[in-house]
C-alpha cells in the first residue's frame, strides 16, 4: 500500500514538472489538486483511524488468528487479520468482519490459558441427564485417549442448559 501510495505520488509530481517545463499553466491543476487532496483527506478520516488502530493492535498481539475472543458482543474465532479489520467466525457459524475503529473492546480467552466453548443441540425427547451422562463419559474417553490426552488438561465443566 505504501509502494502504490509512493508510485502515485511520484508519478503525479513528474506530469505537473512535466506539463510546467512545456509551458502550460499548473497552477489551476495544482488548485484543484489541492481541493481533492482535501476531499480525500476528510473521506478517508476512518480509513486512517481504522489503519492506526490496527498497526497499534497488532504490534500489542492484542488478536491472533486462532484466537477466541469476544469483540463488542460478538465472540468467536479469529480466523483473519488485515491492517484494517478483523474477521471473526462466531459460535453458531456466521462470520463477522469488523474494522478496527468499531472495537471498544478485546476479551482474548485463548492467551496464556484456553477453552473450548461448545454448544450442542440434544434431540427434544432425549432427557437431559442422559444426555450430560453421556457428554461426560465421551469427555473421559478423550482424555485417555493418547492422541487427544495432551490437549485436554482438566476435566469437562459444564454451564447446564442454555434454551429450550
Given at each position: 500500500?505504501?509502494?502504490?501510495?509512493i508510485?502515485?505520488?511520484?508519478l503525479?509530481?513528474?506530469?505537473?514538472?512535466g506539463?510546467?517545463?512545456l509551458?502550460v499553466?499548473?497552477t489551476p491543476l495544482?488548485?484543484g489538486a489541492?481541493?481533492?487532496?482535501?476531499?480525500?483527506?476528510?473521506?478517508?478520516q476512518?480509513l486512517?483511524?481504522?489503519?492506526?488502530?490496527?498497526?497499534?493492535?497488532l504490534i500489542e498481539?492484542?488478536?491472533?488468528v486462532?484466537?477466541?475472543v469476544?469483540?463488542?458482543?460478538?465472540?468467536g474465532?479469529?480466523?483473519?487479520?488485515?491492517?484494517?479489520t478483523?474477521?471473526?467466525r462466531?459460535?453458531d457459524?456466521i462470520?463477522h468482519?469488523?474494522t478496527?475503529s468499531?472495537?471498544?473492546s478485546?476479551?482474548?480467552?485463548?492467551?496464556?490459558?484456553g477453552?473450548?466453548?461448545?454448544r450442542?443441540?440434544?434431540?427434544f425427547?432425549?432427557k437431559i441427564?442422559?444426555a450430560?451422562?453421556?457428554m461426560?463419559?465421551?469427555a473421559q474417553?478423550?482424555r485417555?485417549?493418547?492422541?487427544?490426552?495432551h490437549y485436554?488438561?482438566?476435566?469437562?465443566e459444564?454451564?447446564?442448559v442454555?434454551g429450550?
Amino acid at each position: 500500500m505504501i509502494r502504490n501510495v509512493i508510485f502515485v505520488t511520484i508519478l503525479i509530481i513528474a506530469v505537473i514538472a512535466g506539463l510546467a517545463n512545456l509551458g502550460v499553466n499548473v497552477t489551476p491543476l495544482l488548485a484543484g489538486a489541492g481541493v481533492i487532496g482535501l476531499a480525500i483527506g476528510f473521506g478517508a478520516q476512518t480509513l486512517v483511524q481504522d489503519l492506526i488502530t490496527g498497526i497499534f493492535i497488532l504490534i500489542e498481539d492484542s488478536l491472533a488468528v486462532d484466537d477466541f475472543v469476544q469483540i463488542n458482543n460478538h465472540m468467536g474465532t479469529v480466523e483473519g487479520l488485515t491492517l484494517r479489520t478483523v474477521r471473526l467466525r462466531d459460535l453458531d457459524g456466521i462470520v463477522h468482519i469488523i474494522t478496527f475503529s468499531r472495537i471498544e473492546s478485546i476479551h482474548n480467552m485463548s492467551r496464556q490459558f484456553g477453552i473450548a466453548l461448545m454448544r450442542i443441540r440434544i434431540p427434544f425427547d432425549m432427557k437431559i441427564d442422559d444426555a450430560i451422562t453421556l457428554m461426560q463419559e465421551t469427555a473421559q474417553e478423550l482424555r485417555r485417549d493418547p492422541m487427544m490426552r495432551h490437549y485436554i488438561w482438566s476435566p469437562l465443566e459444564m454451564q447446564g442448559v442454555q434454551g429450550v
